[in-house]
């Protein structure tokens, strides 16, 4: 069992950026993916970045190009720093934990609100 705390959230203007921290109870290591999923209100969660424990990134559309996601095993945390935000970035974001790539997340935090606007 982990627990995965996220922080980072608030409000920041359109253009900004931020950087959301994901840490970890436990070890990380044991999990081959780490991701960040985000849900706006009466939209489904969708996948915002994901790294295996290779150091594979995989990014969502909606953040292509303004996002890049980290792990660091060793302090058991995963970050996600996003640039050039618009105001439909706004969201829960949610920090997930993966044993096997490919086959859903098993561990997910509460979230951290983001709200982009001016």
């Known amino acids: 069992q982990v627990q995965l705390v996220e922080s980072g959230g608030g409000l920041v203007q359109p253009g900004g950026s931020l950087t959301l921290s994901c840490a970890a109870s436990?070890?990380?290591?044991?999990?081959?993916?780490m991701g960040w999923f985000r849900q706006a209100p009466g939209k489904q969660r969708e996948l915002v970045a994901g790294i295996t424990n290779g150091g594979n990134r995989m990014y969502g559309n909606s953040i292509l190009g303004r996002g890049t996601i980290s792990r660091d095993n060793a302090k058991n945390t995963v970050h996600l720093q996003m640039n050039s935000l618009k105001p439909e970035d706004t969201a829960v974001y949610y920090c997930?934990?993966?044993?096997?790539?490919?086959?859903?997340?098993?561990?997910w935090g509460q979230g951290t609100q983001v709200t982009v606007s001016s």
């Open positions: 997930g934990a993966g044993r096997s790539l490919g086959r859903g997340y098993d561990y």
């Open positions: 436990g070890s990380i290591f044991s999990f081959e993916v």
